[in-house]
């Protein structure tokens, strides 16, 4: 019986826990290790979009989902004075194999990293461990802490987000990317809304250089904002800068009514700096490897940073599961071609839909066709299985000629 792996992964947010999670239903031994001393969110939305959903469903935690979100419904694409372009029906997906896909929620982020750190087994979430030293060997990983904790692994993965410190290790960099934009964040109750502005389904306005998106979470409860504005400046790489109200609503200056009521029922907004980086020549070694934000960093516009991460770990998971040690470097590499060619392109779609959200049309033909591009590639991100996808590769790689040291693992 081939023994557990013992594996770490570095950071506490999103997709580190979601992994660690998908790494232990299929078998590891893992520990996660974040450099907070405590976790905390601002207050802020997130999409799990059906790619995401899918997998999470798989883990059982489809009632829980369904406790804290909002069912994702079709995407209102409006013009900035309120003009109905057109609305992107909720995705379907009767080409995945599993059935029981229907639709994604929008969620507080507050209350998803909640229930995340609520299914950790006891013992194996560290809080207040800041990783400065990363030493690889063949025979696993040592791993070196600020507060003098030394931990040792089979693998490591790195979960640290856009400022990855794993990422250094590894000796590979690029600089941050700005989209020459800048967003503000915010949250307002329903209540406080008209009955003509309550936003049951999210709204994106586009146009002049600008795009503002709502959708609602907490169960209905609480709209999220977020507002897309030109900047000349570099701002944070951060969500919580604090904002500007005044500043804001001067952005949006004659657009539609509901956006300039949202703007003004907020009691404060935080400002949020717009990177991505480009695509990293590689992101594994023999025995560590990255995920979500250390490793693609990617534009908001599709809604895809918490939902590539996702994926990465349940690809991870189902690679890594039942192997030796001495197979890891392997799985590291047939995870990273897999990553990798997929992170990029959602990364370009996430830049094109962004300019594509700040357009202002002249010729709505023209307008309308780039509204089907866009369409078409957010349906091919949505409609994406990493479980299925990961299992074919696997399966191909079994049945390659002369290879019979994998087909006996």
Known sequence: MTEALQIAIVGGGIGGLTAAVA???????????????????????????PNAALLLRRLGLDKRLAD?????????????????IAVAPPIVTPVLADPNIGHGYNVH?????????????????????RCTLVQESDGGVQLKFANGTVAQADCLIGADGIHSVIRRELGV????????????????SSKRLSAV?????????????????????????????????PTDRDAEESWSAQGDLDALASEYAGWDSPVQQVIAALDETFRWGIYDRAPLPHWSSNRITLLGDAAHPMVPHVGQGAGQAIEDGFTLALLLEGINKEEIPERLNIYEKLRLERTSRVQAIARDAGRFYRTEFADPVTRDRHFAKWASEVRWILEFDAERVAEERLAQIAGAPGDSQRQAS
Not at 23 to 29: D, E, I, Q
Not at 173 to 188: D, F, K, N, Q
């Open 173 to 188: 960099e690029t600089r941050p990317l700005s989209e020459g934009i800048m967003a503000y964040r915010g949250l307002v």
């Open 68 to 84: 804290i979100g909002t069912p994702m419904s079709g995407l209102n694409v409006r013009t900035s004075h309120g003009e109905l």
């Open 23 to 49: 790494l232990r239903a299929r078998g590891a031994k893992v520990t996660v290790f974040e450099q907070a001393e405590e976790l905390r969110e601002i207050g802020a939305g997130i999409s799990l979009n």
């Open 109 to 129: 982020r507050a209350d998803f990293l909640k229930l995340l750190v609520e299914i950790q087994p006891e013992g194996t979430l560290h809080l207040g461990f």
């Open 197 to 229: 502005t309550v936003l049951n389904e999210p709204v994106v306005w586009i146009g002049s250089g600008r795009s503002f998106l709502c959708y609602p979470v907490a169960r209905g409860q609480l709209i999220n904002m977020v507002a897309f504005v």
